[in-house]
């Protein structure tokens, strides 16, 4: 195809596209004005049926439970599939970085980065756990308080090496952590069962709405959600690491 | 209010056409996390501030980390094809 043929192509293209675009963004709602009747019917309801304060909280983990039981599955399976994509290969062995050569070694640390990574670890690592543990109640919930726990780890690779994040990351801790917050998403849910009604069907106490433990299960899925998507990042960032930091080259052939 | 909204938006057009503009992939990480930050301001302002959370964590930290990783092993595959050759 000659380039000017190709440009007439992509102009007609883009003409139909933009006209399509125009004609959908003109059917829109006006800005600022909300036609759905499910977001207010939960605002009035949410907080006196769940307890929760967080009405989007109380949407994801308990009116649509199953819903996001998957999207933790999505997680789940795509760092299983990372792990076994970047698993060490049969005509590879590991090498520590220390033999590598010294163009290719990462550069040292400063100390200003060493400095500001050891005094964010502990706030940022408290603050993971609130939002964490709040989610019911503010913004947040187990899937950002988990991605904040889990920078904590970075911080440690930053501030120091990859060896001190090696020995801070005990490997089959992660795993479990990893597979029990996984499994635990179920298990809140079949405590429904074993009470006799539906799966992921509240049946604990809702408590005082705006106290840390009230609206019954949601606490408790976002403390499994957290724990996964947390050992899950930690999992996903060490393997990276292993692959770009302990260079493997193919092993003698015997 | 509504001139807080017009400006990020304005913000968030801006920082979509650099990423595009930008052509390496290096650079390209850090300003598609910058751009990931301003999406992040941009659902605060329209008031969800739990879809703003979950895009910082993910647009601003974890994107642009697993690009920066990937390419990392990209450049290390690179070396060792140039070793063998």
């Given at each position: 195809m000659s380039p000017s043929l190709r440009r007439r192509v992509f102009l007609v293209a883009a003409a139909v596209a933009g006209a399509l675009l125009v004609w959908g963004l003109s059917g829109l709602p006006d800005y600022g004005i909300y036609r759905g009747p499910y977001g207010d019917v939960l605002n009035a309801v949410a907080v006196g049926e769940r307890h929760a304060t967080n009405v989007v909280a109380a949407v994801t983990f308990d009116y649509r439970g199953v819903?996001?039981?998957g999207e933790e599955y999505i997680l789940f399976a795509a760092v299983i599939g990372v792990a076994i994509l970047l698993r060490a290969q049969r005509d590879e062995r590991e090498e520590a970085p220390d033999e590598d050569a010294a163009d290719r070694r990462a550069p040292g640390t400063s100390n200003a980065v060493r400095v500001l990574g050891l005094a964010l670890l502990g706030p940022v690592v408290l603050f993971g756990i609130y939002v964490v543990a709040h989610g019911h109640l503010?913004?947040?919930?187990?899937?950002q308080g988990g991605v904040v726990l889990a920078t904590g780890a970075l911080l440690v690779y930053l501030s120091g090496e990859y060896v001190t994040l090696r020995r801070v990351r005990p490997e089959a801790l992660l795993?479990?952590?990893e597979s029990s917050g996984a499994a635990g998403y179920v298990a809140v849910g079949l405590l429904g069962l074993a009470a006799g009604?539906?799966?992921l069907e509240n049946v604990l106490p809702l408590g005082?709405?705006?106290?840390?433990?009230?609206s019954g299960m949601i606490?408790?899925?976002n403390l499994a959600v957290g724990l996964e998507v947390a050992a899950g990042f930690v999992l996903l960032l060490s393997e990276f690491l292993e692959q770009t930091l302990v260079v493997r080259r193919p092993g003698e052939q015997t | 209010m509504i001139v807080l909204e017009v400006a990020v938006m304005l913000l968030v057009a801006a920082?979509?056409?650099a990423v595009v503009l930008t052509r390496d992939p290096l650079n390209q990480a850090i300003v598609a996390s910058f751009y990931g930050l301003l999406l992040g301001v941009m659902f605060l302002v329209f008031q969800s501030p739990d879809v703003a959370l979950s895009q910082i964590t993910v647009g601003a930290v974890a994107l642009p980390l697993m690009i920066l990783l990937a390419l990392a092993k990209v450049r290390a595959l690179g070396g060792r094809r140039e070793d063998r050759e």
């Open positions: 819903d996001t039981m503010s913004p947040g919930g187990g899937f795993d479990l952590a009604v539906t799966f005082q709405a705006g106290t840390l433990l009230s606490p408790l899925i | 920082g979509g056409t």
